[in-house]
């Protein structure tokens, strides 16, 4: 009999209008004891293959924000919200492979009204739906690394 397989994440931000070009740094952490968000990096790592469901909640402000939800350098999601001061969000279902990474990024440094203050949060999410398998022997090999494009991290376009 294996060990049942969990993996989940919460992080809010704590620095607001963050960098394009980067994955967004989501570094308070609200819950990640399986530790498969790294919030150094602001990259979440698949530790097995499965189904998987991210999501996300930012607050705006000032700025318009054009946001995205990326998988290894792929767009997945992109958000864009017009307001000067409201809210958006988005939730999908992925499949991932163990080592698959998952992150958030802003396009660019005019549309990154993503805000963090006292009394209101954006927030990025997810977790393991269920596994592809029950039987997960190659748990104990390390991770596989990505490898970042020639161009680095872009906007997809």
Not at 24 to 31: E, L
Not at 92 to 121: F, P
Not at 123 to 129: A, E, I, K, V
Request: overall charge neutral; glycine content about 8%; charged content about 15%.
């Amino acid at each position: 009999m294996h060990a049942h397989i969990q993996s989940a994440f919460a992080a809010g931000l704590t620095s607001s209008y963050p960098p394009p070009n980067a994955p967004v740094i989501f570094s308070h952490i609200h819950h990640n004891i399986q530790r498969g968000y790294d919030p150094d990096f602001g990259i979440y790592t698949a530790p097995v293959n499965g189904t998987y469901v991210f999501s996300y909640h930012f607050t705006v402000h000032e700025r318009v924000l054009k946001a995205g939800l990326f998988h290894n350098f792929v767009p997945v999601i992109k958000t864009t919200d017009p307001k000067v001061l409201g809210t958006t969000s988005h939730s999908v279902v992925l499949h991932l492979v163990r080592g698959d990474k998952v992150w958030i990024q802003v396009k660019d440094s005019v549309t990154n009204g993503m805000y963090a203050g006292s009394e209101t949060s954006s927030t990025f999410s997810g977790f393991l739906l269920h596994p592809d398998r029950c039987d997960v022997p190659v748990l104990r090999g390390p991770l596989p690394h990505l490898v970042p494009p020639e161009a680095g991290y872009s906007w997809g376009d």
